[in-house]
T-cell receptor
Framework: GENVEQHPSTLSVQEGDSAVIKCTYS??????FPWYKQELGKRPQLIID?????GEKKDQRIAVTLNKTAKHFSLHITETQPEDSAVYFC????????????FGTGTQLKVEL | EAGVAQSPRYKIIEKRQSVAFWCNPI?????LYWYQQILGQGPKLLIQ????????DSQLPKDRFSAERLKGVDSTLKIQPAKLEDSAVYLC?????????????FGSGTRLTVV
């Protein structure tokens, strides 16, 4: 089955700096890669996703890149703000997003003033 | 559009007791998922339903966990008997294809503490 590894487990940045979180996946059949933000005690919230026919996607301060050959994808957050502090999870799935998700182990992002 | 509804929000039970969680997906969503999220980890799929049929239950501990979705709408997940290691948040999610997007949505979860 699919296995997703995520690094780093914790990340501390200064407000305004950029943050990068990296994930690798094992199953070449995976074709959908969402990123979730989870605040303490709340549900995971989708912040951006990318499908395997695209190499990069951007939404305001958030971008995701995908390298299918190397089987890795990354989340980039620019101009970080304190409200970006949360746990971020990457995930992988096949079926374009209508199937089970295999999650990474999470990254605790702390944005310091 | 109403979200994925789950109840209860919190549950504390003693080990060896039984417990049940309920989920009502977004209206019209054919696929329903139950995930287990242990503190400090990512969610892990327990079972996936397509309408009222099971698609994947390979990671469901079937000696103690059971789930059903009899009418293809709401679903119940049961644990009997509970163990200490079952302490986790149980998340329900649903999805359905619509215009190229699946609308994958999580509920707020049920936090289970087994003492």
């Amino acid at each position: 089955g699919e296995n997703v590894e995520q690094h780093p487990s914790t990340l501390s940045v200064q407000e305004g700096d950029s943050a990068v979180i990296k994930c690798t996946y094992s199953d070449s059949a995976s074709n959908y890669f969402p990123w979730y933000k989870q605040e303490l005690g709340k549900r995971p919230q989708l912040i951006i996703d990318i499908r395997s026919n695209v190499g990069e996607k951007k939404d305001q301060r958030i971008a995701v890149t995908l390298n299918k050959t190397a089987k890795h994808f990354s989340l980039h957050i620019t101009e970080t703000q304190p409200e970006d502090s949360a746990v971020y999870f990457c995930a992988a799935s096949y079926g374009g997003g209508g199937n089970k998700l295999t999650f990474g182990t999470g990254t605790q992002l702390k944005v310091e003033l | 559009e109403a979200g994925v509804a789950q109840s209860p929000r919190y549950k504390i039970i003693e080990k060896r007791q039984s417990v049940a969680f309920w989920c009502n997906p977004i209206s019209g969503h054919a696929t329903l998922y139950w995930y287990q999220q242990i503190l400090g980890q990512g969610p892990k799929l327990l079972i996936q339903f397509q309408n009222n049929g099971v698609v994947d239950d390979s990671q469901l501990p079937k000696d103690r966990f059971s789930a059903e979705r009899l009418k293809g709408v709401d679903s119940t997940l049961k644990i009997q008997p509970a163990k200490l290691e079952d302490s986790a948040v149980y998340l329900c999610a649903s999805s359905s294809p619509r215009g190229g997007d699946y609308g994958y949505t999580f509920g707020s979860g049920t936090r289970l503490t087994v003492v």
